[in-house]
Structures are given as structure tokens and as C-alpha cells.
């Protein structure tokens, strides 16, 4: 059974930082790409990053570009993202997910990313970032 665990949400104040992991079991995901989406209160749900199955290859959506970082280690079939100077606007459940498919190119991988087209996903863990 494929199964994707976030973990590492929590309350935070802004300004402050979390790290999310993401452990993938059930096969391994060493050649998927991974991503990190988040969905607010009465909000659809909204890519935030990814990364290529090597690594080589990171994608942010603006939002996220230059405070949140999106790493992973294969031995450990886990990704994380490190988010940094967390603003309130960062409040939302984030969800992992994996795609084993690959584009190619930076805009496909994009679209893939923006259109949210990924086959597994986690349960969700919450961030809150206070005032």
C-alpha cells in the first residue's frame, strides 16, 4: 500500500521557520517527482514546490521563491521543505505528493505542478503561522 506521511507542522510566529518531511512507503520513490502543495480555509488547493526524482531539478511557485527550500534524500524515500520568515498568509494544510512521471522541460513539469497532476498524496499536516 502506498502511502505518503507529512509531518513537522505545527504553530509557528511569523517570521519563525518548520521543516516538513514527507516519508513515502509502500515502493520506492526514488524516480518520482516530489511536490508540496497547501490549501487555506476556503481556498483551493495551490502548488507551493517540487523537486526532480535526482534532485537536479527544483520548482517554486512564487509565493514560496527565496523563503522555502524542497530537498530530498532517496535512501530515506523522504522529501522535505524548509520554510523560512513564515508569514501568516503561510496558514494552510500542506500535502505532499508524488508523480512518477517526468516531462522533460521546465514548463511541462509547471504545468503538472500548477494543475496539481500528481498520483499519490498525504493525509496533510497543518501550519499555522500567528501574527
Known amino acids: 500500500q502506498v502511502q505518503l506521511v507529512e509531518s513537522g507542522g505545527g504553530l509557528v510566529q511569523a517570521g519563525g521557520s518548520l521543516r516538513l518531511s514527507c516519508a513515502a512507503s509502500?515502493?520506492?520513490?526514488?524516480?518520482?517527482?516530489m511536490g508540496w502543495f497547501r490549501q487555506a480555509p476556503g481556498k483551493e488547493r495551490e502548488f507551493v514546490a517540487a523537486?526532480?526524482?535526482?534532485?537536479?531539478?527544483?520548482y517554486y511557485a512564487d509565493s514560496a521563491k527565496g523563503r522555502f527550500t524542497i530537498s530530498r534524500d532517496n535512501a530515506k524515500n523522504t522529501v522535505y521543505l524548509q520554510m523560512n520568515s513564515l508569514k501568516p498568509e503561510d496558514t494552510a494544510v500542506y500535502y505532499c505528493a508524488a508523480d512518477y512521471r517526468s516531462y522533460g522541460d521546465y514548463d511541462s513539469e509547471m504545468v503538472r505542478n500548477l494543475r496539481g497532476l500528481y498520483a499519490y498524496w498525504g493525509q496533510g499536516t497543518q501550519v499555522t503561522v500567528s501574527s
Open positions: 509502500g515502493r520506492t520513490f526514488r524516480r518520482d517527482t
Open positions: 523537486i526532480s526524482w535526482s534532485g537536479g531539478n527544483t
